[in-house]
């Protein structure tokens, strides 16, 4: 909201936050602009500018503020298997994240880029599948890279079994 100091101002105000400008009509020295532009996590820049009328004159003021990171957590999942099966792990990263995903085994890291068409409900999954694992525990861990809007994100590890094989029947 934006209000203007005074008595019985009409007509609009037009409000600019970086690049997107709307017009807010004024209502008892009120103007209210909804931006739904999804701003992403930095500094922006918000310009009000009043065009006058018969009893005012016109008047054009700028400030700033700042949209904060999200800090998000990912959640890394799996299943203990039975050698020689593969152990699959998926990753889920908010719906809106970008960047990359690496997962850590056997000291080895694997690194995934986000894809932007890949998505369930609210999250979006990264599936990580690694054959070839003898039977024993696997630390597993994953880290987010971070992007305009999100926070790096360092997983703790988890702990994930592939298990040997019972009988050779």
Same mark, same amino acid.
């Given at each position: 909201?934006?209000?203007?100091?005074?008595?019985?101002?009409?007509?609009? $105000?037009?409000?600019?936050?970086? &690049?997107?400008?709307?017009?807010?009509?004024? &209502?008892?020295? /009120? *103007?209210?602009?909804?931006? #739904?532009?999804?701003?992403? *996590?930095?500094?922006?820049? $918000?310009?009000?500018?009043?065009?006058?009328?018969?009893?005012?004159? #016109?008047?054009?003021?700028?400030?700033?503020?700042?949209?904060?990171?999200?800090?998000?957590?990912?959640? $890394?999942?799996?299943?203990?298997v039975t050698y020689?099966?593969?152990?699959?792990?998926?990753?889920? /990263?908010?719906?809106?994240?970008?960047? #990359?995903v690496t997962v850590? /085994?056997?000291?080895? #890291?694997?690194?995934?880029?986000?894809?932007? =068409?890949?998505?369930?409900?609210?999250?979006?999954?990264?599936t990580f599948t690694?054959?070839?694992?003898?039977?024993?525990? %696997?630390?597993?861990?994953?880290?987010?890279?971070?992007?305009?809007? %999100?926070?790096? %994100?360092?997983? =703790?590890?988890?702990?994930?079994? /592939?298990?040997?094989?019972?009988?050779?029947?």
């Amino acid at each position: 909201n934006l209000t203007i100091a005074g008595l019985n101002h009409t007509g609009s $105000v037009n409000i600019t936050i970086d &690049d997107v400008t709307l017009e807010a009509t004024i &209502d008892g020295d /009120v *103007a209210t602009a909804t931006f #739904n532009n999804g701003f992403n *996590a930095t500094q922006h820049t $918000v310009t009000a500018s009043y065009f006058g009328d018969v009893n005012y004159d #016109n008047k054009t003021e700028s400030t700033s503020f700042s949209i904060a990171k999200l800090s998000e957590e990912i959640i $890394v999942e799996s299943a203990n298997v039975t050698y020689p099966e593969s152990l699959v792990v998926n990753v889920t /990263v908010p719906v809106n994240a970008t960047g #990359n995903v690496t997962v850590t /085994v056997t000291g080895m #890291n694997y690194n995934q880029t986000i894809k932007q =068409n890949i998505s369930i409900g609210d999250n979006k999954k990264l599936t990580f599948t690694f054959g070839g694992l003898g039977a024993d525990n %696997y630390t597993i861990s994953a880290n987010y890279s971070g992007d305009l809007n %999100y926070t790096e %994100y360092i997983n =703790n590890s988890e702990v994930f079994e /592939v298990g040997q094989l019972s009988d050779y029947t």
